[in-house]
């Protein structure tokens, strides 16, 4: 069955380091999301993606942020300059269709910022 | 803002017990979904229920939504062990783009589910 991937699977980085987290969503999905999930907190939404354009992003995705689909198959979070609370598991998300409301994410990546 | 807040935060069972966990939510919603996580992996979708149905079922899976109680509960029948897990559920609001219309979710904070053989 097809599934989202996503690497690696665990990154440590310092403050201030640039990050790139990579995702592969499903093959025919066209609507990309990432979510986060501090430690023993809710999974928060941070921004959604379609046709090589962020649809929304939340309140969290600031200028520090930045995603992109630089082929057609992978999708990318960049955190320019990562800061300690950026610490966190990050999941990649796809869906298949527009007013498709099921997700399916991938496995997460636990990024710890020292 | 929508959110969906889970009870009980813990919920432990014996295999074959039924496990009930409960949402609640604050404002009018599109459809509720269900999630599972399994320790250190990503989250899996199980049942959605619309704004407008009352009850659903899915296999062992059992959902009922009450929006004038603002409110949805997930049961899970002859639980197994298997079943350990936590529980999430979603609201889901639609996004606009140019090119049309996705989803985005806000989650509860989740009720583990711990099932003992």
């Known amino acids: 069955e097809p599934e989202v991937t996503q690497t690696p699977s665990h990154q440590v980085t310092q403050m201030g380091q640039e990050v790139i987290l990579r995702c592969v969503p499903i093959?025919?999905?066209?609507?990309f999301y990432w979510y986060r999930q501090i430690l023993g907190q809710k999974v928060e939404f941070l921004v959604s993606?379609?046709?090589?354009?962020?649809?929304?992003k939340s309140e969290i995705f600031d200028d520090q942020f930045s995603v992109e689909r630089p082929d057609g198959s992978n999708f990318t979070l960049k955190i320019r300059s990562t800061k300690l609370e950026d610490s966190a598991m990050y999941f990649c998300?796809?869906?298949?269709?527009?007013?498709?409301?099921?997700?399916?994410f991938g496995p997460g990546t636990r990024l710890l910022v020292l | 803002s929508q959110q969906g807040e889970e009870d009980p935060q813990a919920l432990s069972i014996q295999e074959g017990e039924n496990a009930t966990m409960n949402c609640s939510y604050k404002?009018?919603?599109?459809?509720l979904q269900w999630y599972r996580q399994n320790s250190g992996r990503g989250l899996v979708h199980l049942i959605l229920?619309?704004?407008?149905?009352r009850e659903k079922h899915s296999g062992r899976l059992r959902v009922t939504l009450d929006t004038s109680k603002k409110s949805s509960s997930l049961l899970i029948t002859a639980s197994r062990a298997a079943d350990t897990a936590s529980y999430f559920c979603?609201?889901?609001?639609?996004?606009?783009?140019?090119?049309?219309?996705?989803?985005?979710?806000?989650f509860g904070k989740g009720t583990l589910l711990t099932v003992n053989p």
């Open positions: 998300a796809s869906s298949e269709a527009e007013y498709q409301e099921t997700q399916y």
């Open positions: 229920i619309r704004s407008n149905e």
């Open positions: 979603a609201t889901d609001a639609r996004v606009r783009n140019s090119g049309g219309s996705n989803y985005k979710l806000t």
């Open positions: 093959s025919n999905h066209l609507y």
């Open positions: 404002t009018s919603i599109n459809n």
């Open positions: 993606f379609y046709n090589n354009e962020i649809s929304e």
